[in-house]
């Protein structure tokens, strides 16, 4: 993993269609719409490159343009790493890269949302240091809620005592 680095996204986001869809299980005139809306939204994207292919990507909103973040909270958009490039740290690298924005702005909550019946990103997003805080059931259908996690930054971490940075 030495050597992989986030890098902040700055062409057509259409490109990254393949892990929008990963992210989002939506179909590409939906995520076309999606795609929209964080446009006009300002939400940053940072990716990870590894021989000119995009193998992740992270999705972080900070309302900057607005100045109503006392509204929005921040958070954390997309999520998604190719199944081949799984499990070798690349979502923790995402996070940094998102994490490190929202102090760079100031903040120090971001949340996000995941399927509650989804146990690997329950699993990854605890790893990460987020704390389960709500679940809305049948949000998407009956069994399928919608947990929300959230992050503070610079918190002990609640599972072994560590502080995030
Ligand atoms: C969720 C996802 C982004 C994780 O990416 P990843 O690069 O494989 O994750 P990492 O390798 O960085 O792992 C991060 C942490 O989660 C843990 N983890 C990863 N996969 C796990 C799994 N299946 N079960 C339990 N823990 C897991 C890792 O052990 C790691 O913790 P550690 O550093 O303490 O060991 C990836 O599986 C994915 O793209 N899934 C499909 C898209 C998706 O569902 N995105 C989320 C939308 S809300």
Redesign the pocket.
């Known amino acids: 993993m030495s050597g992989v680095v986030v890098e902040q996204f700055k062409g057509d986001l259409r490109d990254l269609m393949p892990l929008f869809q990963?992210?989002t299980g939506c179909d590409k005139p939906a995520i076309e719409k999606l795609i929209r809306i964080e446009e006009t939204k300002g939400t940053e994207y940072g990716v990870i490159r590894l021989g000119g292919q995009a193998v992740?990507f992270i999705g972080i909103y900070i309302d900057e343009n607005l100045g109503v973040r006392e509204l929005e909270q921040c958070q954390v958009i997309?999520?998604?790493?190719?199944p081949e490039?799984?499990?070798?740290?690349?979502?923790?690298?995402l996070m940094d890269w998102a994490v490190n924005k929202v102090k760079a702005a100031g903040e120090r909550i971001i949340w996000?949302?995941?399927?509650a019946a989804?146990?690997?990103?329950v699993?990854?997003y605890t790893?990460?240091g987020f704390e389960l805080k709500a679940v809305m059931p049948d949000f998407w259908g009956e069994g399928e809620g919608k947990a929300w996690f959230r992050l503070e930054i610079g918190a002990p971490q609640p599972d072994n005592g560590i502080e995030n940075s």
């Open positions: 990963l992210s992740g997309d999520l998604a790493v190719l490039f799984q499990g070798k740290g690349f979502s923790r690298l996000l949302y995941t399927g989804s146990e690997r990103n699993a990854v790893k990460l």
